[in-house]
């Protein structure tokens, strides 16, 4: 018993001289870039509660960086929430009937990958490959001077948190500055490279690491194909917002409705006086192909506006058909008016 004390003593001594030691922020690379950024998004949508219940935004989207998700839309009224796999690594989410507009349900894990796409009432249980998953329900907005229909859709979403309930999310310490490093470089790549979004289903998969990179980096919570319910989201180049241009295409035949939204380079929605407009609200010409101006004048069919600043936009296809799968019906190549 008399060696005791100082043996004691000393593993006292040398505990509590030890430094403490903090685990710095996460190095964002290539390799882990699609964690990141789920990382980033997630996160600001868990500032307002989302990994307790449902998040329901009331409203449009607002253009510019005050969106909570870079290229986002006014197509519809968003509702999201971030939930904790079961021990079966599964997430539960359901859409009631009733809604009298477009719905759909939207699973997204932390690798930014999407393992489930789902259209109209019905109720889903999903394997995801990570611990949380993100979840975007959309309630199709026809009538942008009338949310009514989008509103009274909201209260028919639901998602089980009951695994979530003591494990509340929060999203890992990634490198700001790398990240958002990154991110430019990754924007600008995928502008200059002409190439359409492309996204994934999970940790299987024959796609591009970088071609994925750049496009959660330039239009983050994409899904992969699936004909007649899932949605293909086409990109444009960068172009001069300073003359009037304009492009005529055949009316593409997806099974739901196409969109067209622009936006500025970073990948937010210009904040001008009509920005985005719909195959709901857009007027037709005589041989049912559409015409849409870009800077031409109030007097200009189906004009959009950027105030003069440059833009890219973004043709959605909802419930794609094999036919724009093909891409046959174009309408991403405008041409200056002399």
């Not at 929430?81 to 859409?95: C, L």
């Not at 929060?170 to 490093?181: E, G, K, L, S, Y």
Request: aromatic fraction near 10%.
């Amino acid at each position: 018993m008399k060696n005791l004390l100082p043996i004691f003593t000393i593993f006292a001594a040398i505990t509590v001289s030890a430094p403490a030691v903090f685990a710095g922020p996460i190095p964002v690379t290539m390799e882990n870039y699609n964690q990141a950024v789920a990382a980033k998004y997630m996160g600001n949508w868990d500032k307002r509660g989302a990994d307790k219940a449902l998040v329901h935004l009331p409203i449009l989207v607002p253009a510019g960086n005050k969106a909570p998700v870079v290229r986002m839309n006014q197509d519809s009224l968003y509702s999201s929430a971030i939930v904790r796999a079961d021990k079966n690594s599964m997430v539960h989410v359901g859409i009631d009937k009733g809604a009298k507009v477009y719905t759909s349900v939207h699973v997204l894990d932390e690798n930014s990958a999407s393992p489930a796409y789902y259209v109209g009432a019905g109720k889903h249980s999903v394997m995801i490959d990570t611990e949380y998953a993100f979840i975007i329900f959309r309630a199709g907005v026809e009538d942008k001077t009338d949310l009514s229909d989008a509103l009274s859709a909201q209260p028919l979403f639901h998602v089980d948190h009951s695994a979530t309930v003591g494990h509340d999310y929060v999203a890992p310490n990634f490198d700001i500055d790398q990240r958002n490093a990154l991110t430019e470089k990754l924007k600008a790549d995928f502008l200059k490279s002409g190439e359409d979004f492309v996204y994934v289903g999970g940790k299987e998969h024959n796609v591009d690491p970088l071609r994925i990179a750049q496009s959660n980096a330039q239009g983050w919570g994409g899904m992969p194909v699936e004909l007649r319910v899932s949605n293909i989201y086409r990109n444009t180049k960068q172009f001069d917002g300073s003359v009037c241009q304009t492009v005529t295409f055949e009316e593409p035949d997806n099974k739901y409705f196409t969109s067209i939204t622009l936006y500025d380079e970073t990948g937010y929605m210009i904040d001008s006086p009509r920005f985005s407009i719909n195959s709901y609200e857009w007027d037709k010409n005589s041989d049912d192909t559409v015409t849409i101006n870009f800077n031409c004048g109030d007097d200009a069919v189906n004009n959009l506006t950027t105030n003069g600043q440059d833009f890219n936009y973004t043709v959605r296809n909802y419930g794609v058909t094999q036919r724009v799968a093909d891409d046959e019906f174009g309408g991403r190549q405008p041409t200056i008016v002399k």
